[in-house]
């Protein structure tokens, strides 16, 4: 059973740095799509990064171009979302999500045909 943890989140001042990560056990793929997602209250879920294993291709939201990476850890299965320069319009519930492929969604910003989802957690940007 493949499972997605994501964690790293919490409550920062704006202009500050926070580095999710996202753990997968039992996701043991060499094509494979990693995905930041986020949702905020009373809004949709936006994709936020995303990066493919086949071709390293990534994308990230115009919101956050700039200022957040995505990257893969030297530990198998993990990977973050490096995030700095933080405004309160990043506040939001963060996910991580897989795909046992590349997913040309994800690389759009959209988390159709990701297979498996973590549970998020919360970033609070405070002004």
């Known amino acids: 059973e493949v499972q997605l943890q994501a964690s790293g989140g919490g409550l920062v001042q704006a202009g500050g740095s926070l580095r999710l990560s996202c753990v997968a056990s039992?996701?043991?793929?060499?094509?494979?799509?990693i995905g930041w997602f986020r949702q905020a209250p009373g809004k949709g879920r936006e994709g936020v990064a995303c990066?493919?294993?086949?071709?390293?291709?990534?994308y990230f939201a115009d919101s956050v171009k700039g200022r957040f990476t995505i990257s893969s850890g030297n530990a198998k299965n993990t990977w973050y979302l490096q995030m700095n320069s933080l405004t309160p319009e990043d506040t939001a519930q963060y996910y991580c999500a897989s795909a046992r492929y590349t997913n040309s969604w994800c690389l759009a910003g959209y988390g159709y045909g990701m297979d498996y989802w973590g549970r998020g957690t919360q970033v609070t940007v405070s002004s």
């Open positions: 039992g996701f043991d793929y060499a094509d494979y799509t």
């Open positions: 990066l493919t294993s086949s071709d390293g291709k990534e």
